[in-house]
């Protein structure tokens, strides 16, 4: 219970730190932060921001600095995705760390427990960075005769397969396929 506390905690502060960087331009100080979330104690305000810090969702260094700590990472649906659009209004969009820029990034959530022999659950949002290439064993978002697939790229003999990594699945044949996206990161939450 402890723990859903401190997570609900952290991500009101990172949403108020991002509201207030959006806003100003920098980061607030840590009272205006503790008293923004309910936070009487500065040293509990510093050990969620330290936390944050090292995690990169904020800058680590606090200045005037209008630098974003963060990317907006559109959430596609399937639909969308199936017609291969990629709108820039969408309903719903991921905050991740700014490690690198959001051109080519998009986000789905995964309808199935295909990929979840390596850790990608239902419900779980993949994000992916458009690519036209993939190797062998990379998993990516594919689009095969109209239906968009969470799956697991191997080449094969008679041309490629899409792997499910959970027995329950079977493999996708294909000589033809289009590659929205390689996975180069997944986000669950609780």
Request: overall charge positive; hydrophobic content about 35%; charged content about 30%.
């Amino acid at each position: 219970m402890k723990n859903n506390t401190r997570r609900t905690t952290r991500q009101k502060i990172f949403l108020y730190i991002k509201k207030e960087i959006d806003k100003n331009g920098y980061l607030p100080s840590l009272r205006q932060i503790g008293k923004a979330v309910g936070l009487a104690s500065p040293s509990s305000v510093k050990r969620h921001v330290d936390i944050l810090e090292s995690e990169g969702w904020i800058p680590a260094k606090r200045t005037d600095s209008a630098e974003k700590a963060y990317t907006e990472t559109p959430v596609y649906t399937e639909k969308q995705l199936s017609e291969h659009r990629f709108p820039a209004a969408v309903k719903e969009r991921l905050y991740l760390p700014c490690r690198q820029p959001n051109d080519g990034l998009f986000a789905i959530r995964v309808p199935d427990d295909a990929l979840s022999g390596i850790g990608i659950r239902k419900n779980d949002f993949v994000v992916a960075e458009k690519k036209n290439d993939i190797a062998s064993g990379d998993p990516g978002v594919f689009l095969v005769h109209g239906r968009v697939y969470i799956r697991t790229f191997r080449l094969s003999n008679e041309g490629f397969v899409l792997t499910a990594e959970n027995e329950a699945f079977e493999e996708i044949d294909c000589k033809e396929f289009t590659l929205l996206g390689k996975i180069i990161a997944v986000q669950r939450f609780f």
